[in-house]
């Protein structure tokens, strides 16, 4: 068991551009679930996957954000035409019946 | 809405010193409550958790928090804290613990001094 691993760790893109970041979740977890930290924040939560199916997006969640688990496996998570404010850490965690397991995050700045 | 506030940004401790960080939630419900310690580069490792039971919680790394209803508070205590304790340290609140959709509050800092 390796943990939840997150790729890529870092991302910079220019403003408008799309990226997609992967969540592994840790081996036979069922709920995978993505947040956000700003700076000087705490995480904040976006969705969440039990098996294949998204369950749950907040309201921060807005369209140009979508996330997918398609074999109940990985995640990930696509940001289109990103903006300024969407520069953040992306949090992954997963669990199975209990606490959630956190990633290391991806850290996106977008210029 | 539930909501968590932890009223100090920043703490410092001499090492060796005693360690409380404070942590006040606002739920409808019976909470779920959690302590997340953050390193640098690091992701969120769980430190403790409380539902029910005993209201004194025991958890890794020689941490322990309170809960104590009538405050609508959940200290988290350390009897003597080390160099390596240094990291950000977040509350947070859930619905039960199969779902980990979180509210965190916004962290305390700590700064352990030799």
């Known amino acids: 068991d390796t943990g939840v691993s997150q790729d890529p760790r870092h991302k910079i893109t220019k403003r408008g551009q799309n990226v997609t970041f992967r969540c592994d979740p840790i081996s036979e977890h069922n709920r995978l679930y993505w947040y956000r930290q700003t700076l000087g924040q705490g995480p904040e939560f976006l969705t969440y996957?039990?098996?294949?199916?998204?369950?749950?997006k907040s309201r921060l969640l807005s369209d140009r954000f979508s996330a997918e688990r398609p074999k109940g496996s990985f995640s990930t998570l696509e940001i289109q035409r990103t903006e300024q404010g969407d520069s953040a850490m992306y949090l992954c965690a997963s669990s199975f019946g209990g606490p959630a397991y956190f990633g290391p995050g991806t850290r996106l700045t977008v210029t | 809405a539930q909501s968590v506030t932890q009223p100090d940004i920043h703490i410092t401790v001499s090492e060796g010193a005693s360690l409380e960080l404070r942590c006040n939630y606002s739920?409808?419900?019976?909470?779920?409550l959690f302590w997340y310690v953050q390193s640098p580069g690091q992701g969120l490792q769980l430190l403790l958790k409380?539902?029910?039971?005993?209201?004194l919680v025991q958890g890794i790394k020689g941490f322990e928090a309170e809960f104590k209803r009538s405050q609508s508070s959940f200290n988290l205590r350390k009897p003597s804290v080390h160099w390596s304790d240094a990291a950000e340290y977040f509350c947070?609140?859930?619905?039960?613990?199969?779902?980990?959709?979180?509210?965190f509050g916004t962290g305390t800092r700590l700064t352990i001094i030799p």
């Open positions: 947070a609140v859930g619905p039960n613990f199969g779902n980990e959709k979180l509210t």
């Open positions: 409380y539902f029910s039971g005993d209201t």
């Open positions: 739920y409808g419900a019976t909470p779920y």
């Open positions: 996957f039990q098996n294949e199916a998204q369950l749950e």
